[in-house]
T-cell receptor, first 113, second 113 residues
Framework: DQQVKQNSPSLSVQEGRISILNCDYT??????FLWYKKYPAEGPTFLIS?????DKNEDGRFTVFLNKSAKHLSLHIVPSQPGDSAVYFC????????????FGTGTRLTIIP | GAGVSQSPSNKVTEKGKDVELRCDPI?????LYWYRQRLGQGLEFLIY????????KSGLPSDRFSAERTGESVSTLTIQRTQQEDSAVYLC???????????FGPGTRLTVL
């Protein structure tokens, strides 16, 4: 039962263009969503998050959009840079007080110079 | 400051042996999580410690898995009678307590032959 889904295992984007990574979830109890970035042989690194009371959160080149009615969120990276090449995981949590995360399977983003 | 550290970084063991994995969280972080990532999959929640509360063990896959935490410091994850399907990267994360951002260690890659 995959509650958080990232249906694109990989994505290639030209440097300078916009990268859009998508994530869908099924559990309506989730109220907080996060994106993590992972390089090989390293642990995931927190990137950006959004609470269910918002529909957009922006931090520099990174913007996360949340569509609660569609149970869908997306991460936009613009402009994309070679250092953005990594695996991106979408994660969700709910039940405030026990913030265990439910992760998607990840999308490998490759930025083409 | 120091991040989350895990040891060993790699562990190769024979089927049926017991293994112990260690996590040192960020100092002052009251919450500690264990996840695992099997090849080609997302991170899977295992267990969560928060202060002196009873741990949330809902993600442990079998009674061969157990974990302990000493106060608000080091944690050990023990896998008894290892099986080949236990092969994965085991990741530890800590957080300040309330709130959702978790800081991950580099993981321990466990290979069961």
């Amino acid at each position: 039962d995959q509650q958080v889904k990232q249906n694109s295992p990989s994505l290639s984007v030209q440097e300078g263009r916009i990268s859009i990574l998508n994530c869908d979830y099924t559990n309506s109890m989730f109220d907080y969503f996060l994106w993590y970035k992972k390089y090989p042989a390293e642990g995931p690194t927190f990137l950006i998050s959004i609470s269910s009371i918002k529909d957009k959160n922006e931090d520099g080149r990174f913007t996360v959009f949340l569509n609660k009615s569609a149970k869908h969120l997306s991460l936009h990276i613009v402009p994309s840079q070679p250092g953005d090449s990594a695996v991106y995981f979408c994660a969700a949590s709910g039940d405030f007080g026990n913030e265990k995360l439910t992760f998607g399977t990840g999308t490998r983003l490759t930025i083409i110079p | 400051g120091a991040g989350v550290s895990q040891s060993p970084s790699n562990k190769v063991t024979e089927k049926g042996k017991d293994v112990e994995l260690r996590c040192d969280p960020i100092s002052g972080h009251t919450a500690l999580y264990w996840y695992r990532q099997r090849l080609g999959q997302g991170l899977e929640f295992l267990i969560y410690f928060q202060g002196n509360s009873a741990p949330d063990k809902s993600g442990l896959p079998s009674d061969r898995f157990s974990a302990e935490r000493t106060g608000e410091s080091v944690s050990t994850l023990t896998i008894q009678r290892t099986q080949q399907e236990d092969s994965a990267v085991y990741l530890c994360a800590s957080s300040p307590g309330r709130g959702h951002e978790q800081f991950f260690g580099p993981g321990t890659r466990l290979t069961v032959l």
